[in-house]
């Protein structure tokens, strides 16, 4: 399941068991972010009253670590690539 996830991970492609929890994850993500920024009761908060800078923080933050986290997926997807690659050319020879 695990190469499973990875590869549709780094495909864009969320697999159907966990589509329904995409959206309370993400919920949660926010809420951690905004906490790290110093306002912990986000999931509370009028967002209307808060500066356009506080809630672009936390977007901002939350996007840098979903784009970290997607490089690491890409690229360990990618070193397996070069490394069954180089397995397969070794048992030629």
Known sequence: MRK???KAAATGIV????KP???PALEKFK???????????YDTMD???LPSRMNGKVGGNMTHKMVSFAEAVLAWNYRKQL???K?????DT
């Open 15 to 18: 697999p159907k068991d966990l």
């Open 31 to 41: 809420n951690e972010m905004a906490a790290e920024l110093g306002m912990p009761d």
């Open 4 to 6: 499973e996830l990875i």
């Open 47 to 49: 967002k209307g009253e």
């Open 21 to 23: 929890y995409v959206k």
């Open 87 to 91: 397995n397969e050319e070794g048992a």
């Open 83 to 85: 490394e069954s690659g």
